[in-house]
């Protein structure tokens, strides 16, 4: 989700291809064999396997929305910010969605531990519109998901919880027109079908 935000943001056009994770072609393998998504082949190659690592990609050719600070420090933030949800937080909520996945009568230490970080998102977006300033921004788009699917996992829970900047940033992230294309279901790719391109062709389409 972050990484197709990101594209589609920065107006680099791929070719998008669904795959099922319970059955990953064997040419995703073939450049992939870690086989998570998603995975991004450039023309020289090089394969990104890292859903940051395509989004700054991207950026980094083409950023008409600004995403990418232009101050230092702040970018140096939102990457720290970033790494303390793709690493402790992500630990959290992989435990408090699927606690027997991991051998645990519930998730609910892992939400008590997961909620430190979502009270400090909820501070910062009580000084500031957005995780990246005031405008949305790279920490906004790489965060989202993931407070959306702890949001998702108990909503009656999330909307009792005393965060209302943070429950107001995800609803207007989940109730604007990108989020509709984002949520778009795609047939799975197949050897040998026409490209799809993910690109503002997609968004023009839906009038966004
Ligand atoms: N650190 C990777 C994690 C990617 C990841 O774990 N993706 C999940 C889906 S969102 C996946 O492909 N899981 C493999 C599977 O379920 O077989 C990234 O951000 O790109």
Request: hydrophobic content about 45%.
């Amino acid at each position: 989700m972050r990484a197709r935000m990101a594209l589609l943001s920065s107006s680099v056009v791929c070719e998008l291809r669904e795959v099922a994770l319970r059955s990953k072609p064997a040419e995703l393998l073939a450049i992939s064999p870690k086989g998570t998504v998603p995975v991004l082949q450039l023309h020289d190659g090089q394969v990104l396997e890292q859903s940051l690592d395509i989004m700054l990609w991207a950026l980094q050719r083409h950023d008409p929305e600004h995403w990418l600070a232009a101050n230092h420090a702040i970018c140096a933030e939102e990457l720290a910010m970033i790494a303390e949800c793709d690493g402790e937080f992500k630990t959290h909520l992989d435990r408090y969605k699927y606690p027997n996945r991991y051998d645990l009568p519930d998730g609910l230490a892992h939400r008590a531990q997961g909620s430190v970080f979502l009270a400090e998102l909820n501070g910062k977006l009580a000084r500031t519109a957005y995780l990246a300033g005031s405008t949305w921004g790279l920490s906004d788009a790489a965060i989202a998901p993931f407070a959306r699917q702890w949001a998702h996992t108990d909503p009656t829970w999330f909307a009792a919880q005393p965060w209302p900047a943070l429950q107001a940033w995800l609803n207007a992230w989940e109730n604007s027109p990108r989020f509709v294309l984002l949520m778009r279901k795609y047939a799975l790719w197949q050897l040998g079908d026409a490209p799809i391109w993910w690109d503002q062709s997609q968004t023009d389409a839906l009038s966004i």
